[in-house]
């Protein structure tokens, strides 16, 4: 039998590449198609009032496959200001949440990140409001070929006033990517962190844990001094990116869990484990985040270096 010739092989990595690029774009496709949810489930994503915060609201999400991200929505005078916007079939069911507790339009939409079950309804807001966040989420919009690519930038913050109330979006370094934002409302004592913060459980029942995206300039390593600008803000109440209402408190066990995670891969590197014996030799039961084994290996890559 003669031996497959290099162009043969060539052919092959490249009709492999293909079937794995395919696959990826199946399951981007599928992620934004709205599922069927349970009547308990609808129940648990209705608005409602963040406690002793005044005319802000949560529209609820607990992961990135059934409920989408987080929406704050602040409600003044003078229009609605919204945080993050779940998946791009989202818009009109944010919209009829929103209409429960104002008449107000929607001016401003602020994105903590470009994902999909965050940012995906961008291109449905953008006709008649502004929607603003980091540059890099543009960067990381466009790179993914993702609609409602946001016009209005910023570097480190940017301020809006709206109705009396000062929103303020921060930039405090790398995380889950490189264009995460912090959301905080001064006048109120609250942020929304977006997935810098993860709690609880998604809407099926299994648990949630952080996910560092490498592939969009996320970084393991940066994400506890991240935390720890955002821990110098003066608040109370944490809207996370998926999750229940917490307290600050919460951020605090959060950044520990995650430090702990960081300092046990450190220690098999400083001890001579291998990226092949890195699953097997680590032990984060404890920490209740149940993480597959590339994202194991991918922090080690990310610390090794």
Known sequence: MPKPSL??????????????????????????????LTAEQQQRMLIHAVADKENLYVIPGFDGGMSGGNVAVLVTED????????????????????????????????NTHHHADHAGSNASFMPAAQVVAHRNVRKNMLANDLPGVPEILFEQSATIFLGGQEVQSHHFGRGHTDGDSVI????????????????????DGSTLAP????????????????????????????????????RKADVRVFRSKFDQLLSRVQILIDDGVTRDSIVSAIDIEDLNWPMPATRIEQIYDELIR
Do not use: C
């Open 7 to 36: 162009t043969t092989h060539r052919l092959s990595l490249q009709l492999l590449a293909l079937l794995i690029s395919a696959m990826g774009f199946y399951q981007t496709v599928n992620a934004q198609q709205r599922p069927t």
């Open 211 to 246: 996910f560092i995206d490498f592939a969009n300039g996320g970084s393991a390593a940066q994400w506890t001094a991240t935390l720890d600008r955002l821990l110098a803000l003066d608040f109370d109440t944490v809207i996370p990116g998926h999750g229940p209402i917490l």
């Open 79 to 110: 229009g609605v200001l919204i945080v993050d916007n779940k998946f791009s079939y989202s818009y009109l069911d944010i919209m009829e949440m929103v209409r429960r507790v104002t008449s107000q339009p929607v001016r401003y939409v602020l």
């Open 184 to 203: 905080f409302f001064p006048q109120l004592g609250a942020v929304h962190t977006g997935d810098l913060f993860v709690w609880g459980e998604r809407l």
